[in-house]
T-cell receptor, first 115, second 115 residues
């Protein structure tokens, strides 16, 4: 069965610090998709990234970067030079090609960035 | 570009009452999902529609829950004889079909409180 673990429940940093959010997943499939979503206080989940299991290349988008390591079943998310607006709950999620209806989310990590 | 909209944003009801929520997906999206999110947890899949057809229902969706998407556009989720355990955020999401495991676009959710 697919499973996503986000061991960090809450993280608090001071503005401009770098922060890494961990995500570890379990799946029996060789083909799968990983996602990160951001949920600000408004409640709406905002898509950040989608990565398939065959693409282990790390990705950078502005201050955001993602480190996908199949060997350790991890898909970690780093925010560089954090800002107050980054404060939100971040969810890692996993879905499998023939089970698109059941995107499995982790419990989330609440990030607080203090000024 | 209007996003996914949900109505109402908040609903307070007494135990035993029926409630109905509405979701309007992004207009060109033919897949629509309902998720439930409780405090400190990630969203959990409830059900999804491809156009007007309800293709999958989670075991979380008891007999008291029913969802419809009569014309393949908006969807409603009804909970009959509400219980305190139904208190949660109910999230709607939509996406296009065709490609597998596409990102989901979420609404801001309906927060249900059952007293």
């Amino acid at each position: 069965a697919q499973k996503v673990t986000q061991a960090q429940t809450e993280i608090s940093v001071v503005e401009k610090e770098d922060v890494t959010l961990d995500c570890v997943y379990e799946t029996r499939d060789t083909t799968y998709y990983l996602f990160w979503y951001k949920q600000p206080p408004s409640g709406e989940l905002v898509f950040l990234i989608r990565r398939n299991s065959f693409d282990e290349q790390n990705e950078i988008s502005g201050r955001y970067s993602w480190n996908f390591q199949k060997s350790t079943s991890s898909f970690n998310f780093t925010i560089t030079a954090s800002q107050v607006v980054d404060s939100a709950v971040y969810f890692c999620a996993l879905s499998e090609p023939y089970n698109n209806n059941d995107m499995r989310f982790g419990a989330g990590t609440r990030l607080t960035v203090k000024p | 570009d209007t996003g996914v909209s949900q109505d109402p944003r908040h609903k307070i009801t007494k135990r035993g009452q029926n409630v109905t929520f509405r979701c309007d997906p992004i207009s060109e999206h033919n897949r629509l999902y309902w998720y439930r999110q409780t405090l400190g947890q990630g969203p959990e899949f409830l059900t999804y529609f491809q156009n007007e057809a309800q293709l999958e229902k989670s075991r979380l969706l008891s007999d008291r829950f029913s969802a419809e998407r009569p014309k393949g556009s908006f969807s409603t989720l009804e909970i009959q004889r509400t219980e305190q355990g139904d208190s949660a955020m109910y999230l709607c999401a939509s996406t296009t079909s065709g490609a597998t495991n596409e990102k989901l676009f979420f609404g801001s959710g309906t927060q249900l409180s059952v007293l």
